[in-house]
């Protein structure tokens, strides 16, 4: 990411005097880091992953390029209704994630905050809302986002929408897993269709979301059974392809593009080598800007994170006839609503199904569902088998980082795992 550092260092710096030009200076780096993706992938990394990095990437540019057909959305929003008359997803979390990989976070932060924003509202929402009120985000055509599982939501989207003057859609989602609330889930998703051809103009047709709908349970299907295959194989990891394939698995599903990275992942699983190191399932965001981290986790045949939670929220058993009935199970059976216990349980099976020989708990800073639930998660997965390690800081703010702290604990939590066989 070294092109974006270099042209996201001015970005902050140029917003003061004009919004517009350091929009411009912000695409034209992530353009050309988007080249080099391109003409110079990392051949650490498998093709998978080398694929993903120029998708996540495109994912980025897009909104830049093309707001008026943009659609601002939470990270656990089903997106196929937007695919399906061709918006593209513009993310909170992972657009932050990209101010942060280019270092120009620190100043977005301290502009949400001087506006009265609390500092414990969670660091990718402060960054995004300083951003866009900054002028740098351009207007997108409306927003649609979900309670799920961040109530820094229900703060966020509210005031963009009031900031951009544009429509709002909430999906309201209860924590019951009943078929009530199923049908009240699906019901929304109908209006919501509605919503977006009224905000469009276009047509939704449901033969057509049913296809796409199809092709997002394939590639669920294909993701699990690639976590499965690799309980016993080495594959090298980096610290943003699983935050790539969580924000992918969620605002890409539904795509060829997104399917065709599945895909290329079970062929790839087939070929690799007997594991190397031990397997460490990350719970929530990973800090990929922590050199602590990077020191431990990157690159390593030594360890490697073999899954990220984010990837993994859907129970691919509840499917439907009904292409809205099916967003409705998703959203109701997602891992992350409701009590902690559902996220813990999940979060176990996919670590035991990925060969997981550690998992650490991510204390994000401001994420009182993560903060609350991780005593509970460390006892529940060392019943399980399975040691695990809290770890605290900031997925994108690094004035939160407590990089002494993270490189003690992080080594030394790897260091028991190789000493160590946990049964």
């Not at 790839?268 to 007997?274: G, L, S, V």
């Not at 559902?342 to 990925?354: D, F, L, N, S, T």
């Not at 900031?394 to 702290?405: L, N």
Request: charged share 25%; hydrophobic share 35%; proline share 4%.
């Amino acid at each position: 990411m070294e092109i974006v550092k270099t042209f996201g260092k001015y970005v902050d710096r140029w917003c003061e005097t004009s919004s517009e030009k350091a929009r411009w200076l912000l695409k034209t780096g992530w353009e050309a880091q988007n080249l080099k993706f391109r003409l110079v992938p990392d051949r650490r990394l498998n093709k998978s992953d080398q694929y993903m990095a120029g998708l996540m990437m495109n994912v980025m540019l897009q909104p830049l390029k093309h707001a008026e057909q943009s659609v601002l959305v939470s990270v656990f929003t089903p997106c196929e209704l937007m695919q399906e008359v061709g918006l593209y997803p513009y993310n909170v979390e992972s657009f932050s994630c990209y101010l942060a990989g280019s270092q120009a976070e620190r100043a977005f932060l301290q502009s949400a905050e001087d506006s009265g924003l609390s500092e414990t509202l969670c660091s990718y929402h402060k960054t995004f809302i300083g951003a866009a009120e900054s002028g740098l985000l351009p207007k997108p055509r409306c927003i649609v986002y979900t309670n799920l599982a961040c109530d820094a939501n229900l703060l966020t989207f509210q005031r963009l929408a009031e900031l951009y003057h544009i429509p709002l859609f909430a999906i309201d989602v209860p924590s019951g897993r009943n078929e009530d609330n199923i049908k009240y889930v699906a019901e929304q998703l109908r209006n919501l269709a509605l919503f977006i051809e009224k905000t469009t103009g276009r047509k939704i047709e449901e033969e057509s979301l049913r296809t796409r709908l199809d092709r997002s349970r394939r590639t669920l299907k294909n993701y699990n059974m690639f976590q499965n295959q690799r309980a016993d194989k080495y594959i090298p990891s980096d610290l943003v392809s699983p935050l790539y394939s969580g924000m992918t698995n969620n605002i890409l599903l539904g795509t060829q593009a997104e399917e065709k990275y599945t895909e290329m992942l079970l062929q790839e699983i087939r070929k690799a080598p007997a594991k190397k190191g031990k397997h460490i399932y990350w719970m929530h965001t990973i800090p990929f800007w922590s050199d602590a981290v990077k020191e431990a986790l990157l690159l390593k045949e030594e360890a490697q994170i073999v899954g990220c939670e984010l990837a993994q929220v859907a129970d691919i058993t509840k499917t439907s006839d009904d292409p809205y009935e099916e967003m409705a199970m998703r959203l109701v059976y997602h891992a992350l609503n409701g009590p902690i216990s559902r996220r813990i349980e999940a979060g176990i099976q996919h670590a035991k199904e990925a060969g997981a020989d550690g998992a650490v708990w991510f204390n994000h800073w401001g994420c009182k569902h993560t903060l609350g639930g991780s005593r509970i998660a460390k006892k529940r997965f060392e019943e399980a088998g399975i040691p695990m390690l809290i770890l605290d800081g900031d997925g994108c703010d690094r004035s939160h980082g407590g990089e002494g702290q993270t490189s003690t604990r992080l080594g030394a939590f790897l260091e028991m795992l190789g000493d160590n066989d946990y049964e």
